[in-house]
């Protein structure tokens, strides 16, 4: 895939101005030599090229896609640009879901041409969405691959690669449409039903399976970093006696050690997070959870639900994921309103990136002269830069209307080096990972960037096994460098691999606690034949990291006249500030407690020593990631610092 896809985006005078340049590689439609059909470029996925056939989609199966459409762009990123911008007469003049459609989006004629060609190829329940973002039509498999000049085929699964449940399909060959659309339509999903990552570690993605001898040691795990000590190891940063990994966080001592308080709660401001189906009983899971942590008890008319599909009768592959999200933006914002939105998990179309993408377009379109939310926490990215280029305009579409609506968009950036997207999006606010240490009293001992090894014991030593884990970062290889970045972002970390000149956006923007090892104690409902528990278990990836973030936004926002929106340019103002924490390497003189911990094959499937903040080049996978004072494309401008970083999010406002 051409990687000449770009967005330019700079300033004019104090505005942030963006344009995208129309190249072969996006996913616009590319006209025909001669009337006929057009081809959308770029329109199918990467794995079909290596991945194995294993038959056609049934020509019955019905499926329901979307044609997206293409809205006003560059106006639409004039304006995100003004609205964003401090200084700028339409600072934090946030247009309504109806205005922005009336202004930027697709026009009805647009919208109706495609409602006629879909209707005439036999498909039916053929609709624009109110903010006529794509029109959504319901057809067999037969009549799509009529229509679009493709095979619908199925692919063999792997563990990286798959539909969960389902059995992986996609279109063969790109998609094709009538000429007379070809600037019309940016895309259509639904045709391809891949996992999205998920960037998300529990603690059974550590082990190997290996049984427990009777004679294996047993290392507790600690309820604070450095509690308990294991002696007598192989020798390794100086030392043999290495902390055992941290059970988990609680409500508290992440509260503690970023600062929250019980003054600011974010009461009043509504935190939507996005899933993919919905979590049986999350709101008491959030009830008991709240009771284990002795935080206020949750009001039932502060928490809402919206499921687009079927909820939990197709699964529910985001189960944990979403009741950590619910629970960590509680934990930083108990006083705010949380809007749970659950995509369709069926797979009729939507199981995949199209549930996720509608998911964040009911948000944005709002039932009333509002979005649903201001703030969109979003635990999943759809897949590397080398995705499908109709998907980065679609993405970067919604994105722009976001920032056009005042609702700001949060992406986890990854669980391993390397950039996601949509996080790299310049209006996605990218949140990477860090290692944290939180001491006996709930103080911060240390906070690093995210970036473990293991080690293994073969003869008396421990072997380096390479990354187990990492935040995801680094320059993008698709969108040039935002303004906003600029003389923040040092120059090193603004080049790509096969850099095409000049400066390119770097990621993430700003981080929070991510590293399982270090991570936070959730709670989960248990449902068995015989009876239903609460436990709780420690999780931890980006995936903790963002509605992290979200949550102490929220609190920030309480009491503001206005939302902050797309609030990454302020960000980087408070970079180097009493209100961002800035995460630091580890090095030779720091102690070598902060080094990495023990964990014992009980829970981890072998005995294990991490190391923390490990980046290198002799690592596997590494794409040239770098902890250091500053900004740094391991944590961004580093992470939120309390009632100071709230202070002066209010002050920049």
């Not at 056609?56 to 911008?85: D, F, G």
């Not at 009771?291 to 009001?299: D, G, I, R, V, Y």
């Not at 679609?394 to 986890?412: K, P, T």
């Not at 003389?487 to 981080?511: E, H, K, L, W, Y």
Request: aromatic letters at 8%; proline letters at 6%.
């Amino acid at each position: 895939m051409s990687k000449s896809r770009k967005l330019l985006v700079a300033f004019a005078g104090s505005a942030l101005t963006a344009g995208l340049t129309l190249a072969a590689a996006t996913g616009q439609a590319v006209a025909s030599p001669h009337p006929g059909p057009a081809t959308l470029a770029h329109s199918t996925a990467p794995f079909v090229e290596h991945t194995r056939v294993i038959g056609n989609v049934a020509s019955s199966q019905r499926l329901t896609i979307q044609v997206w459409l293409q809205p006003r762009t560059a106006a639409a990123e004039r304006y995100a640009a003004a609205v964003s911008t401090p200084g700028s007469k339409l600072y934090h003049h946030y247009l309504s879901p109806k205005a922005y459609t009336a202004r930027f989006g697709a026009t009805t004629k647009s919208a109706g041409s495609v409602e006629k060609w879909l209707r005439g190829e036999g498909f039916t329940d053929v609709h624009a969405n109110s903010g006529r973002d794509y029109v959504r039509a319901t057809g067999s498999a037969k009549a799509i691959d009529n229509a679009m000049h493709t095979t619908l085929k199925l692919y063999r699964s792997s563990g990286s690669l798959n539909a969960g449940p389902y059995q992986l399909r996609a279109n063969s060959t790109p998609v094709e449409i009538p000429n007379a659309l070809k600037t019309t339509v940016l895309g259509v999903t639904g045709l391809d039903n891949s996992a999205p990552i998920v960037p998300l570690i529990r603690p059974d993605a550590h082990s190997s399976g290996t049984k427990a001898s009777k004679k294996a040691p047993h290392f507790a795990c600690s309820g604070y970093y450095g509690e308990k000590v294991i002696k007598n190891l192989p020798k390794q940063f100086g030392t043999t006696s290495f902390p055992t990994e941290v059970c988990g966080y609680s409500a508290a001592q992440l509260r503690s050690a970023y600062g929250a308080n019980f003054t600011n709660t974010g009461k009043g401001q509504t935190i939507a997070l996005i899933e993919l189906g919905l979590a049986p009983d999350m709101f008491q899971t959030l009830v008991d959870y709240a009771a284990a942590n002795h935080m206020p008890t949750p009001s039932s008319e502060r928490y809402s639900e919206l499921s687009l599909g079927q909820g939990t009768a197709c699964g529910d592959d985001f189960d944990i994921e979403e009741q950590l999200d619910v629970e960590s933006s509680y934990d930083m914002a108990p006083g705010a309103n949380q809007l749970v939105v659950g995509g369709d998990s069926c797979n009729f179309g939507d199981y995949g990136l199209q549930g996720l993408f509608d998911a964040d377009i009911a948000v944005l379109g709002g039932s009333s002269p509002h979005p649903l939310a201001s703030i969109v926490s979003n635990s999943w990215e759809s897949d590397d830069e080398g995705q499908p280029g109709y998907l980065d305009d679609i993405e970067n579409a919604y994105l722009v209307r976001a920032a056009d609506e005042g609702v700001g968009m949060y992406f986890s950036a990854g669980d391993g080096s390397g950039v996601l997207l949509p996080s790299s999006d310049p209006y996605a606010i990218a949140v990477g990972g860090t290692t944290l240490g939180i001491g006996k009293t709930g103080n911060r001992l240390f906070e690093t960037g995210w970036s473990t090894s293991y080690s293994t014991i073969s003869n008396g030593a421990w072997v380096d096994e390479g990354e187990f884990a990492a935040g995801g970062g680094g320059p993008s290889i698709l969108w040039k460098e935002p303004s906003y970045q600029k003389s923040v972002v040092p120059a090193s970390m603004t080049v790509a691999p096969g850099n095409r000149g000049g400066a390119d956006r770097s990621v993430p923007d700003i981080s929070a606690d991510a590293d399982p090892f270090t991570g936070m104690l959730i709670g989960v409902i248990v449902v068995t034949p015989k009876k239903t528990y609460f436990i709780q278990e420690d999780v931890g990836g980006t995936s903790l990291a963002s509605p992290l973030v979200a949550g102490m936004v929220a609190a920030a926002q309480q009491g503001q006249k206005t939302p902050f929106g797309f609030l990454t340019p302020l960000f980087y103002k408070l970079s180097k500030t009493i209100a961002i924490n800035d995460a630091l390497p580890l090095t030779s003189s720091s102690p070598a407690l902060y080094k990495g911990t023990v964990c014992d094959i009980y829970t981890c499937g072998l005995e294990l020593l991490t190391g923390f903040d490990v980046q290198s080049y002799a690592m596997n996978g590494y794409t040239g990631q770098v902890t250091q004072k500053g900004y740094d494309n391991m944590t961004g401008v580093g992470t939120p610092d309390g009632q100071h970083f709230i202070a002066g999010l209010r002050k920049l406002s």
